[in-house]
């Protein structure tokens, strides 16, 4: 196993006038589970292709291990990578799918079946080795991917997506069982998508990127606790993150008909950057509701869940309406069309300067 360095990568594709990877710095600690997450076009899969020797790295470097890969081909970088579209041989038997990179090596066909065989083990495949493809369900071939990757026992395993083509109910077992798999094999692995809660439920650690840069690598829940910015704030949680641009005033800011406090600190790097407004983060969770005071919002969708409900509202004020998300209890939702007044918990808000976007508070 091996740790993994991207030392001020950069990948500028031909043509183009930013690059699509930024000096992206970030050490993945041997046998760490790091997830890659961000909107389409962030630049998560070309990181990830550029550690797998498919994309040219521009600037920078690459290492695994104490061995500089930045200009090694894919076959010397001692990795495995499971791919969104499952990329199996339709002709090969799961067995041979499983076991192909190994005959490639050279291995005698003994060493080769046992390995397939502990591997199909691990993945409850052992029924399926003598099946083609064609006849497993997508989970099913998403396993055998899986299987082929581990039988080689890389260095580093690399998963761009490999859930995005299963049902919604198979993605959530699969991922479960992605990670078990992950930490009893303790291989070093990387994983891309686009699914912020996957990201959240599997990673030692998320690194979150934008436009081509990092924004934000840390634990899933100080990620959640402590967002670095505006845009992590947004990203990360589901629902999203409120974010309301509020005014300063004496000793914290003004929530609709309440005064919320904030830190001093928070005030006073706002009044040095200039900003008459902050930008105030508040989880649907963290919302008190009341009869009076705070946001007076209007409630246009309830999506009850069970043990809780979310409400959809809007609230109406002079530069226009606010939607917000709210958290209530699942057997005392309100009724549609109503209005609520909600006021965020002080301790639990999040502030924001309006104009960099950079976290204020502590």
């Known amino acids: 196993m091996a740790s993994v360095t991207f030392d001020k990568a950069t990948r500028l594709y031909p043509g183009g006038d930013k690059p699509a990877v930024d000096q992206l710095e970030l050490e993945i600690a041997d046998g760490e589970f790091l997830v890659l997450v961000g909107p389409s076009g962030c630049g998560k899969s070309t990181s990830l292709r550029m550690l797998a020797g498919l994309e ?6 690459i290492r695994i291990g104490d061995r500089d890969v930045t200009h090694l081909p894919p076959k010397d970088r001692d990795i495995a990578m499971v791919f969104q579209n499952y990329a199996l041989y339709p002709h090969m038997s799961v067995a041979d799918n499983m076991g192909f990179a ?3 090596a050279g291995e005698d066909k003994a060493t080769i ?7 199909a083990k691990m993945l409850d495949l052992t029924q399926y080795l003598d099946r083609k493809p064609k006849a497993l369900s997508g989970g099913q071939r998403q396993r055998v991917a899986m299987g082929r990757a581990i039988v080689r026992k ?10 995005s083509n299963l049902d919604a109910k198979l993605r959530v077992s699969t991922r479960t069982q992605i990670a078990a798999l992950q930490r009893d094999l303790g291989i070093t692995t990387v994983y891309v998508t686009h699914d912020q809660v996957e990201a959240m439920t599997m990673g030692d650690r998320v690194a979150v990127l934008k436009d081509g ?3 934000q690598v840390d634990t899933p829940r ?3 606790d402590r967002p670095a910015n505006l845009f992590v704030a947004g990203f990360i949680g589901s629902p999203a993150m409120n974010l309301v ?3 300063i005033a004496d000793g914290g800011v003004k929530f609709g008909e309440s005064v919320v406090p904030v830190s001093r600190e928070a005030l006073s790097a706002a009044a040095d950057a200039g900003d008459r407004t902050v930008t105030v983060g508040v989880r649907p969770e963290h919302f008190d509701i009341g009869d009076t005071g705070g946001l007076t919002i209007t409630v246009n969708v309830v999506e009850e869940l069970g043990a809780d409900g979310y409400v959809y509202g809007s609230t109406s004020h002079s530069e226009g309406s606010q939607d917000i998300v709210v958290r209530v209890n699942g057997r005392q939702v309100p009724e549609k069309g109503s209005t609520l007044h909600v006021v ?4 639990e808000i999040h502030v924001f300067s309006t104009s960099s976007g950079a976290r204020l508070s502590g």
């Open 56 to 61: 040219d790295v521009n600037g920078g470097a």
């Open 154 to 163: 890389p260095q580093v395993f690399l998963m761009d997506e490999p859930l």
């Open 344 to 347: 965020p918990r002080a301790d």
């Open 113 to 119: 079946r046992r390995k397939v065989e502990d591997a």
């Open 102 to 104: 190994l005959k490639i």
């Open 213 to 215: 840069l990092l924004q």
């Open 245 to 247: 641009e509020v005014p």
């Open 222 to 224: 100080n990620m959640y």
